[in-house]
């Protein structure tokens, strides 16, 4: 167990849609990261927070947007959803923001978009 | 052409052999180099981390780096069961800033007792 919480682990939708994945980092730390994992693309990097600022941007797409609260939770929202956003999303978290901080991986949330 | 490519597999090999599992890569800013295992239905889990050219050893695992091929390996001594699990390869041109960070598409590699 990572200390790395992900709500929810299953989550079944329809194209349009609209949803919220949800995040608690291990105790302590600042960072928080999302990833999304298919098949065909890998595991791909989208958002960074740190300290409740977004710290890096990688390939996330403009109908998905995040956030990190002060309690330093976040939350990862996908609107207009498409089959193509079917995939696996991970948070990870770590205490600081290098690429070389162990960053540790919640179990993943499971989207479906039918 | 993906920036970072890695043989899928799946990969067999009996307990106890040395495994070998590489990636290649075609942006030669990459300095930093990184070695994850994800367990089915897990998330990843960081196992070597490495800074440009060298080699870097923690117990059974080694981690090299040949920036002048742009090829990346991991090597498994005394593999285990325990050691089955898809391995991925992720780089980055700077330590900071993880918006650069690549990873490869995974190895899945199976340890037979």
């Known amino acids: 167990d990572s200390g790395v919480t992900q709500t929810p682990k299953h989550l079944i939708t329809a194209t349009g849609q609209r949803v919220t994945l949800r995040c608690s980092p291990r105790?302590?730390?600042?960072?928080v990261y999302w990833y999304q994992q298919s098949l065909d693309q890998g595991l791909q990097f989208l958002i960074q927070?740190?300290?409740?600022?977004?710290?890096a941007k990688g390939n996330i797409l403009e109908r998905f947007s995040a956030q990190q609260f002060p309690d330093l939770h976040s939350e990862l929202n996908l609107s207009s959803l498409e089959l193509g956003d079917s995939a696996l999303y991970f948070c990870?978290?770590?205490?600081?923001?290098?690429?070389?901080?162990?960053?540790?991986f919640g179990p993943g949330t499971r989207l479906t978009v039918l | 052409q993906k920036e970072v490519e890695q043989d899928p597999g799946p990969l067999s090999v009996p307990e106890g052999a040395i495994v070998s599992l590489n990636c290649t890569y075609s942006?030669?800013?990459?300095?930093?180099f990184m070695w994850y295992r994800q367990y089915s239905r897990k998330g990843p889990e960081l196992l070597m981390y490495?800074?440009?050219?060298g080699n870097k050893e923690d117990g059974r695992f080694t981690a090299q780096v040949d920036k002048s091929s742009k090829y990346i390996s991991l090597f498994i001594r005394d593999s285990q069961p325990s050691d089955s699990a898809t391995y991925l390869c992720?780089?980055?041109?700077?330590?900071?800033?993880?918006?650069?960070?690549?990873f490869g598409t995974g190895t899945r590699l199976t340890i037979i007792p």
């Open positions: 942006n030669s800013a990459f300095q930093y």
């Open positions: 490495t800074y440009s050219s």
């Open positions: 927070y740190y300290n409740g600022e977004e710290r």
């Open positions: 992720a780089m980055s041109p700077s330590n900071f800033g993880n918006e650069k960070l690549t």
């Open positions: 990870a978290s770590s205490v600081l923001s290098g690429v070389g901080d162990t960053q540790y």
């Open positions: 105790s302590g730390d600042l960072s």
